[in-house]
């Protein structure tokens, strides 16, 4: 067994399509004062903002600016480098912009753009072609869950993304049962474990038992202050994808202040 550091805590605020770019630097701003405020030391969580694409080049310019330690990530990305692509944005552009992550397979791109296994394991091989980091995100409808039980589509899902993925590959993995976003409906921090805990194993035989040990698997699905304790008391737990309270600045850094407000 290699030995491997524990895993960084990582908390992602996916701000869906919210914000202009005006609006998006003004949240970013008061997220950072807000956590410097608290004396929040950077550093103990990874902090990363996932804007629509019209606001990643103003957020990223702020970052760079303010010195200000949050990653920046995009919410999709085309299969392709570039081309005769009309209203696609290639892995190339996002990571000379400054990201980092790129969000890939939300269960809202699955549900309204029809993207399929297929497409999102593409997108994954796309943006680990232009070093950018996918966040490989998988999750059961209700009508799944009532039928398969909470595990067996995440579980599928994620083999199918990780296809022809090299064991060194860095990932990180979200669980977002489709139920529980938007809606108020939040899974229980036991199934949240046992989900996060099959996607492991899934990493551990596809890739093998280093990458499974190192790759951060994030919970995602109505998350909030009062609730991110549980989930990450939980061992395969790592993080938070965040939608509607990451767009809230006292909210998101009460998020990711988590450790301090509760003593995990
Ligand atoms: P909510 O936190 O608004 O439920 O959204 C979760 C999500 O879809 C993050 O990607």
Redo the contacts with the bound molecule.
């Keep these: 067994m290699v030995a491997v550091a524990a895993r960084t805590p990582l908390i992602a605020g996916?701000w869906k399509m919210n914000l202009d770019h005006l609006q998006a630097v003004a949240l970013v701003q008061k997220l950072d004062w807000t956590l410097k405020d608290a004396g929040h030391e950077s550093g103990s969580v990874e902090v990363a903002v996932f804007p629509p694409f019209t606001d990643l080049r103003s957020v990223q310019t702020l970052l760079d600016a303010d010195k200000i330690a949050f990653a920046l990530g995009a919410q999709d990305l085309s299969t392709h480098d570039s081309g005769a692509y009309t209203g696609e944005v290639s892995g190339a552009f996002l990571k000379k912009l400054g990201a980092t992550y790129v969000i890939i397979g939300?269960s809202e791109r699955r549900e309204y753009h029809d993207e399929t296994d297929d497409v999102i394991a593409a997108k994954v091989q796309a943006a680990l072609k232009h070093g950018l980091v996918p966040v490989i995100?998988v999750g059961e409808t209700l009508e799944q869950l009532e039928e398969f039980g909470a595990s067996a589509v995440p579980v599928g899902q994620l083999k199918a993304a990780l296809q022809d993925v090299p064991a060194d590959a860095d990932i990180v993995v979200?669980y977002?049962p489709v139920w529980?976003?938007?809606?108020g409906k939040v899974a229980t921090p036991e199934q949240a474990q046992d989900v996060c805990a099959a996607l492991r194993a899934v990493i551990a035989d596809e890739l093998g038992a280093e990458a499974a040990e190192r790759t951060r698997i994030l919970y995602?699905?109505?998350?909030k202050s009062g609730n991110i304790a549980t989930y990450m008391r939980e061992p395969d737990v790592d993080g938070a994808?965040?939608?509607?309270?990451s767009l809230l600045a006292d909210e998101f850094a009460a998020i990711i202040r988590y450790q301090k407000h509760v003593g995990v």
Excluded: P
């Design positions: 996916n939300h995100c979200a977002e529980a976003i938007g809606t995602g699905g109505s998350v994808l965040v939608g509607g309270a």
